[in-house]
């Protein structure tokens, strides 16, 4: 008899699981601190009644600087914080800690450089007595610093430890070539969404803790290259599905609605879940008939309020335009084959029809990369007169990692592979000279000149590169360094330079057509529900070895 069963304590199973981390440096100290350099040896993460002598000493006493300690984790984790107090002098001791995805963060109060507790605390006032262990909410970060706020006290610390919660899942999909940049950046985008596959797939795991319909979409890409299918994905489908009406946006965006529709599709032709995708059946025809009608006689998408496309173009309406004329119209032509699957000829010849009159008009997106991208998607512009007059202008300059999965996907249509992995190199490859070990909320490359990377310790005068720059709801310290809209280079190497991409439902039928231009060589695996799929490809040519029930088409 089971635990719940014997004391009749039923709830909802935790998917994750946890493991215990220690710290792999010491940043630095403060005030008057001693044996800091124990915090990051392996050790019973258990306080006992008797003596240490590998216990780090924050101590008040004769000292107007109060004592504290910065510990590097050495990657962003998804967790807790534990702290284990042994003795101290007196009964009880007030200490703050405070997390950080950056060493700036870890070093930042609440309302300085814009830091906040927004959506999970990570920055706390507590304390304890002797012989205790208190942990505390789970948040995102890599850093933590211990303040000793007490006056005239000592507290001597056993460890300082971090509790990774996570979903304990094979990573099925791999890439690895003759470039080691590119390789970081594909484990990188694969870490990333894993720590924000939580009990829901959140867009960020310190601020964005929530299920947003649109920036799944990446996410969803990212999960399929590498773990295959998840029930992470339908879950958090299904929820924000049913808290909102079909005449409403969810998450308040009305362009959300159009995501959520393209994940079911993407999702359908990486699983091949047909019993899944037909029971949203009624929910998609009424969002498309709704949606099919923001066509106007034009060709003009006029989509209603919470007309939100890219951060970069918020506040540029007719950038904004002309990248909701290419999502509408790419949602549209998945939306009719979604119709075509679930036997709803009528509904699809809507859908297409609307399509069809979206091209009359063609809105410029001129400078903007991330609306043209969406209209090269869309079916509205030639990817490669769009790659030459605008995505290639200035390289990785002006690209959002929201979507930069399809900026990467565009260029690729264009045939230039090459520059594809340059921009990606220049971009997310920035992020990695930047001390990032995973892919941030946003992104500008102009950020990082002359910038202290987040592992470092800014000095006076300096340029933080997490503290002094963001917009609209990312600013400063607010800005999440750990964000799965970001992930979008595991499916783009897989789809592009390992070549694999699903033509029937299920990855019945994948198409193989490798690209290495640039690199010696390249390998890796793509899952797909029937087994992975092996690739490995030299300048000579390539070799793709499928599992039972996947057929393999060449190019």
């Known amino acids: 008899m089971k635990l719940g069963e014997k004391y009749n304590l039923f709830g909802i199973?935790?998917?994750?699981?946890?493991?215990?981390?220690?710290?792999?440096?010491?940043?630095?100290?403060?005030?008057?601190?001693?044996?800091?350099?124990?915090?990051?040896?392996?050790?019973?993460?258990?306080?006992?009644?008797?003596?240490?002598?590998?216990?780090?000493?924050?101590?008040?006493?004769?000292?107007?600087?109060?004592?504290?300690?910065?510990?590097?984790?050495?990657?962003?984790?998804?967790?807790?914080?534990?702290?284990?107090?042994?003795?101290?002098?007196?009964?009880?001791?007030?200490?703050?800690?405070?997390?950080?995805?950056?060493?700036?963060?870890?070093?930042?109060?609440?309302?300085?450089?814009?830091?906040?507790?927004?959506?999970?605390?990570?920055?706390?006032?507590?304390?304890?007595?002797?012989?205790?262990?208190?942990?505390?909410?789970?948040?995102?970060?890599?850093?933590?610093?211990i303040e000793l706020t007490s006056p005239g006290m000592f507290m001597e610390i056993r460890c300082i430890t971090a509790t990774l919660i996570y979903r304990d899942i094979d990573y099925r999909g791999s890439f690895e070539c003759s470039d080691p940049v590119l390789n970081r950046i594909y484990d990188t985008s694969a870490y990333t969404v894993h720590l924000n596959m939580q009990r829901y797939l959140w867009d960020g795991i310190k601020r964005d803790r929530l299920v947003w319909a649109g920036d799944m979409n990446t996410e969803l890409a990212a999960i399929l290259a590498v773990f295959g299918e998840n029930e992470v994905v339908p879950k958090s489908l299904d929820l924000v599905r049913d808290v909102t009406p079909t005449d409403a946006s969810m998450n308040g965006l009305s362009s959300y609605n159009l995501w959520w529709m393209l994940c079911h599709w993407e999702w359908y032709m990486g699983t091949g879940n047909y019993a899944y995708l037909a029971q949203q059946k009624e929910y998609i025809q009424e969002l498309l008939t709704r949606y099919a009608s923001y066509v106007d006689e034009n060709g003009n998408e006029i989509l209603p309020e919470g007309r939100f496309f890219d951060w970069p173009t918020a506040n540029y309406p007719d950038a904004k335009h002309a990248g909701l004329q290419g999502l509408l119209r790419y949602a549209l032509l998945a939306g009719g084959e979604i119709m075509k699957t679930l036997s709803e000829p009528e509904t699809a010849a809507m859908c297409f029809a609307a399509a069809d009159r979206m091209l009359a008009h063609r809105p410029d997106p001129k400078e903007w990369k991330q609306p043209a991208a969406l209209m090269v998607m869309g079916g509205l512009l030639d990817p490669k007169e769009t790659f030459d007059r605008c995505i290639s202008v200035g390289g990785a300059e002006g690209l959002s990692t929201f979507l930069g999965y399809y900026t990467l996907s565009a260029i690729g249509k264009a045939g230039e592979y090459r520059a594809a992995l340059d921009i990606m190199k220049g971009y997310w490859g920035t992020m990695l000279e930047m001390g990032a070990t995973t892919f941030w909320e946003d992104f500008d490359v102009n950020w990082a000149k002359g910038a202290t990377p987040i592992d470092q310790i800014v000095p006076e005068g300096g340029i933080d590169i997490h503290g002094d720059f963001g917009n609209h709801c990312y600013v400063k310290l607010r800005h999440s360094l750990c964000h799965g809209w970001a992930s979008g280079p595991a499916p783009y190497l897989a789809a592009n330079v390992l070549g694999i991409r699903p033509v029937e439902p299920g990855c019945k039928t994948v198409k193989f057509d490798p690209h290495i231009d640039g690199l010696d060589w390249a390998r890796g695996t793509y899952p797909t529900p029937n087994g992975d799929i092996e690739v490995e490809i030299t300048k000579n040519g390539g070799h793709c070895k499928a599992p039972s029930g996947v057929n393999i088409i060449m190019e």
């Open 13 to 145: 199973d935790d998917e994750r699981s946890r493991k215990v981390i220690f710290p792999v440096r010491v940043v630095t100290t403060t005030g008057n601190v001693r044996g800091a350099e124990h915090l990051t040896e392996y050790k019973p993460a258990q306080v006992a009644i008797y003596g240490y002598h590998d216990q780090c000493v924050l101590d008040n006493r004769n000292s107007d600087t109060n004592a504290s300690v910065i510990v590097d984790f050495g990657r962003e984790l998804h967790g807790t914080l534990t702290v284990s107090v042994w003795s101290m002098n007196g009964a009880y001791a007030n200490y703050t800690i405070r997390l950080g995805e950056s060493v700036s963060e870890a070093m930042h109060a609440i309302g300085v450089k814009n830091a906040t507790n927004d959506h999970a605390n990570r920055d706390m006032q507590t304390g304890s007595g002797p012989w205790s262990s208190n942990e505390t909410n789970e948040s995102g970060f890599r850093f933590a610093c």
